[in-house]
């Protein structure tokens, strides 16, 4: 009995031997390329955490400098941040932070290439959006009217379509286009969330163009008529 269980080990055995000689090399090198693998990922995730740090530390030395309103600490923090970090949020928060100072001290071109960075350079479509917001209210401060809408048609983030409709509005106004600008202010007041405080003002701005919205007009009546009385 001993000995047929040592033959049967023997064969066992062989079988592996075999196996192994046929195998060995392939198992060993998709093994070392799974560990290398596991490590490259786990070097991944601490690079991102030491850039997310380190791009971190220079928002804050941004926003400082923000706050101070020292615009020349501003443009050159960003200046690092975007070099050093230009794919960390913190980059794209940066730059339009750094642009709000540069517009804020009269900087208008420093402003606009800032804000051209953001749009272009932007991982997230929202700053992308908020960035081209912005620097179409510079391009039409500038009297750039067809470049400000060009940067209209490129805000594409789901949730801004009021405020772009709103900007666009400004941009057709200041073009003599009266027609065109109620059509998009109101478009931006059914758009935008009625909670919003910011509504009242583009209502006004339908108002004075002879265009109430509707339905504002409406819950007018009732109250002019409870006046009357």
Known sequence: MATHLDLQ??????????????????????????????????GWKWWQREQATQAGAMFDELDKAAQAADVD????VFGDLKSRYPKTAFAQQGG???AKVQAEKGQADAAQATLEWVAANATEVEYQTIARLRLA???????????????????????????????????????????????S?????????????????????????????????????????????
């Not at 600490?73 to 050159?76: G, H, L, S």
């Not at 400000?148 to 941009?171: I, S, Y």
């Open 137 to 183: 209210g510079l391009l039409l401060d500038s009297k750039k009217y067809d470049e400000a809408l060009k940067q209209l048609d490129a805000a594409t983030a789901a949730g801004f379509e009021a405020l772009v409709a709103d900007r666009r509005g400004d941009v057709l106004m200041a073009q003599s286009k009266a027609d065109d600008a109620k059509a």
């Open 9 to 42: 080990e023997q064969e066992q055995l062989d079988a592996v031997k075999q196996f192994w000689k046929r195998n060995g090399n392939l198992i060993t090198w998709l093994l070392i390329a799974a560990l290398v693998a596991y490590s490259g990922w786990t």
């Open 73 to 76: 600490k501003a443009t050159r």
């Open 185 to 229: 202010y109101n478009k931006a007041w059914q758009t935008m969330d009625p909670t919003i405080e910011y509504r009242r003002l583009i209502e006004a701005k339908l108002a004075s163009l002879g265009a109430a919205p509707l339905t504002a007009v409406a819950a007018d009546v009732p109250a002019q008529a409870g006046a009357g009385k």
């Open 96 to 98: 339009l932070l750094s």
